[in-house]
């Protein structure tokens, strides 16, 4: 009954300048908790909301939906547009094939479906065969395929899959020709790949110990450990190749190399890019483990193996990285060798196929690729026919042919077969979509931001955009974690484009787009530099009439959340609205959750008496302030989000209808059997993107064509 009560709908806000209506939000129950850092006194008085597996914070969800949802149906638009969002998601699309003893291996969706499907076929042009389908294992396509590995003689297939989105993943073993599962049926597993040995008898994977029956999904993980399942073999029998109890929160990613001689071990211990590798002789019955690498100052990414002679690109003296070579037996720094030197591009990945290198740079936030020699000796460059993004490139040494794929933000991926000897791309799989892609342009514009930092946005829109500042725009960035963000084709953009709005993708610092000097330029104390990027893009995009303020909308998921988090309670005047997803909203208790310690590297922490001032200038969850007019916002998350656990949204948003004083609404929409955004349905997709489409119209005003 009390939780009853404490949902009652209460707290009335005047909305009538955006909705036209009274909207009346659940009233949020305080408590009083306060917590001391560093002799600074900080009040939290919605804890309890951290408890997502609660039957009064469940309440609150479905109430705080309740309201939501009942705002967006009444918008008439909202319909069109998803008819709109169902028509251009109905497309086939494929995934970069995979070829394992001359079988090729893809997923493929036929359009609507929830889940992609993985197929294989014995040769490129054979009809291809169901291998397993996603959409069989659930009814509501809430169960995902999260990654697979296929044995070298492409007889069987490792995959794992995981429900509503969780990053906990169960890793079950499948015969190829006979499309069934073998008895083996791995648990608590996450972030780990299954690397096969050579003989196809068994794979290395990451777990971690079986979680106690009343762990709740925000309880921080630790103590990960390195197994070697042998198939046929209950999970209780798996060998435990490498831990490391005196530093609990270390993790281990396995590879083993082409020849199969080598078992290669990456530690990291946060998402910064630097790591520690091991190797192990599995010749060597006796082998014991390597450290080739022990420090963790800088990155080594294992490319592959000439017998002892290692190949890595890294950080080590590059920020931009390089790629060197450790000959094993003589592993002294003094005796590593400079294979490719750090270009003008930042290096973003490379592979070894075909005894060449396949370099994939990022120039200017788009993608650049070139082949070298394995002594370093340039070859040619992959030509593509616009700015874009290109994924894949993978394969073994003795390899002749790779696929990729290539894709811009108005056309759709196209896989393409890459010879590595002509040097030719031929298409393997072109979509094709209910678009007239030549209505739109995309142009790449540079921005000086408060700091004389120059910086790069993308701009997609309409051919024949007028500049009277009457334009809706969607303004979108991420910046952290070294993660750069490249044109890439999404059709609920699309959408958006149609309707006469303008897409804007700021390459705000704190990305990958010019290697680690750009990462660490918003890392920590420096963080707020990615902000200050990301309000002279709003700034530039009023000043050069592309938009104004009441048409200026910032949208952004996870690290992304946390930047428009912090840049409406910066500057809430200079924003029309505002959708933070799944974001890093609290960061002074971020790191007390599932994996959020190992962000440390790239925020701070609260613990430390320094870095905690610097992050509550910062954290958008202790910035709101009540009084303040706020633009319209959507708070976007998912019960199941155990990444970035829902609390971060619950008690931002709850924080935010307290302190507005405007008439705008603040909302909350939350996902219900889904998490971070991996995995998500189809199905649920569309419905959350014709909500956030819907949000915009009308708070926007925005008049669709």
Known sequence: MKVVLAMTLVCALHCAAHSGEQLMYPQTRTVDQVDDYHGTKISDPYRWLEDCDSDETKAWVAAQNKVTFGFLQTIPQREQIKSRLLKMWNYERYAVPVKEGGRYFFQKNNGLQN??????????????????????????????????????????????????????????????????DLSDHLKWVKFSSAAWTKDGKGFFYSRYDEQPANAKMSDAVWNNKLFYHRLGTPQSDDTLIYKSDEHKERKFFANVTDDGRYLIIVVWRSTDPVNALYYRDLQDPNG???????????????????????????????????????????????????????????????????????????RDAHAQVKIFGLDGTFRREVKF????????????????????????????????????????????????????????????????????????MFLTHRKGLQLDGSNPVYLTGYGGFNISLTPGFDPSNVVWLEMGGVLAVANIRGGGEYGEDWHKAAKKEKRQNAFDDFIGAAEWLIANKYTSTPKLAIAGGSNGGLLVGACMTQRPELFGAALPSVGVLDLLRYHKFTVGYAWVDEYGSS?????????????????????????????????????????HSFKYAATLQAAQSGDAPVLIRVDVKAGHGMGKPISQIIESVADRWAFLVKTLNVQPR
């Not at 794929?405 to 000897?421: L, Q």
């Not at 954290?619 to 019960?639: E, I």
């Open 115 to 180: 889940q992609s499907v993985l197929y294989w076929s014995p040769a490129l042009d054979a009809e291809p065969r169901v291998l397993l389908d996603p959409n069989t294992l659930s009814a509501d396509g809430s169960v995902s395929l999260n990654t697979y590995s296929v044995t070298e003689d492409g007889k069987l297939l490792a995959y794992a899959v995981s429900q509503s989105g969780s990053d906990w993943k169960e890793f079950r073993v499948r015969d190829v020709e006979s499309g069934k």
């Open 288 to 362: 014991k483990v390597v450290e080739l690498i022990s420090t963790f100052e800088n990155g080594f990414n294992f490319i592959g193996n000439d017998g002892p002679l290692f190949w890595f690109s890294t950080n080590l003296n590059a920020p931009r990285e390089r790629v060197i070579a450790i000959d094993t037996r003589k592993p002294d720094r003094a005796n590593w060798r400079e294979v490719i030197p750090q270009s003008t591009e930042a290096l973003q990945h490379a592979n070894l196929v075909g005894d060449a290198f396949i370099v994939s740079y990022v």
């Open 385 to 456: 026919p616009v700015i874009g993004s290109a994924f894949g490139f993978g394969g073994r040494a003795s390899d002749t042919e790779t696929f990729y794929s290539f894709s811009s933000f108005t056309s759709p991926s196209v896989i393409y077969r890459y010879d590595m000897k002509s040097g030719e791309s031929t298409v393997f799989r072109r979509p094709n979509v209910d678009m007239d892609a030549a209505a739109f342009e995309t142009k790449q514009v540079f921005f000086t931001s408060k700091d004389g930092t120059r910086v790069p």
């Open 607 to 647: 613990d430390i008496a320094e870095e905690f001032k610097a992050l509550l200038r910062i954290s958008p969850l202790h910035n709101l302030r009540k009084g303040t007019r706020y633009p319209p916002t959507m708070v976007m998350t998912a019960d199941h989000d155990d990444r970035v656990v829902p609390g």
